[in-house]
């Protein structure tokens, strides 16, 4: 029934350590999204997908990598964590260009913490 | 770039009425959009505007002005429930023709009996 979700909720974890978080759409979107909340609750995009192709990379770190197996996956790896990774992570997806009142839909959330 | 600017706290009372205000700047305006968070949620969509003027949906309104790069979101009869975050985002289209949809900080309504 979930539209947009993601794996794990909660997760906690050392510094140095790499991680991922997966996503699933079952809308038939054709575009996701990673965004990353901050403890501001500044609500940030990182990485865009149309179709299993990167569209949006805005300035994150190298130790992110997505991976989009399909249009209806987009995971998120993350190497060598960080204390500043801290956040929550959420995917989202939207019909390829967002026309009219087409918006985009979140994920419940991945809440990482580093130690 | 973009910048979009909303207040970072209002409180109000149950069954009064509140106004959040949000102004942004963008090249390739293509629509403007609320969402309500609640604490440990997701966003949720809550209205969209993309001509100039006042869409009503239910207690919930939100206003337009493209010119002043300007809109707002009314909330009416507010319940306790409504205590939340309410962010501003604004669609743009970019020079790769597609859309992204950037968010302002969020407002936190705390609504008080």
């Known amino acids: 029934d979930t539209a947009v979700s993601q794996t794990p909720k909660y997760l906690v974890t050392q510094m140095g350590n790499d991680k991922s978080i997966k996503c699933e759409q079952n809308l038939g979107h054709d575009t996701m999204y990673w965004y990353k909340q901050d403890s501001k609750k500044f609500l940030k995009i990182m990485f865009s997908y149309n179709n299993k192709e990167l569209i949006i990379n805005e300035t994150v770190p190298n130790r992110f990598s997505p991976k989009s197996p399909d249009k209806a996956h987009l995971n998120l790896h993350i190497n060598s964590l960080e204390l500043g990774d801290s956040a929550v992570y959420f995917c989202a997806s939207s019909t390829g260009n967002m026309a009219g009142k087409n918006t985009i839909y979140f994920g419940e959330g991945s809440w990482l913490t580093v130690v | 770039g973009q910048n979009i600017d909303q207040p970072t706290e209002m409180t109000a009372t149950e069954g009064a009425i509140v106004q959040i205000n949000c102004t942004y700047q963008?090249?390739?305006?293509?629509?403007l959009f609320w969402y309500q968070q609640h604490a440990g949620e997701a966003p949720t969509f809550l209205s969209y505007n993309v001509l100039d003027g006042l869409e009503e949906k239910g207690r919930f309104s939100s206003f337009l002005s493209r010119s002043k790069g300007y809109s707002y979101l009314l909330l009416k009869e507010l319940q306790m429930k409504d205590s939340a975050s309410y962010l501003c985002a604004v669609r743009d289209t970019g020079g790769s023709g597609y859309s992204t949809l950037t968010f302002g900080k969020g407002t936190m309504l705390l609504v008080s009996p």
């Open positions: 963008t090249s390739g305006f293509n629509g």
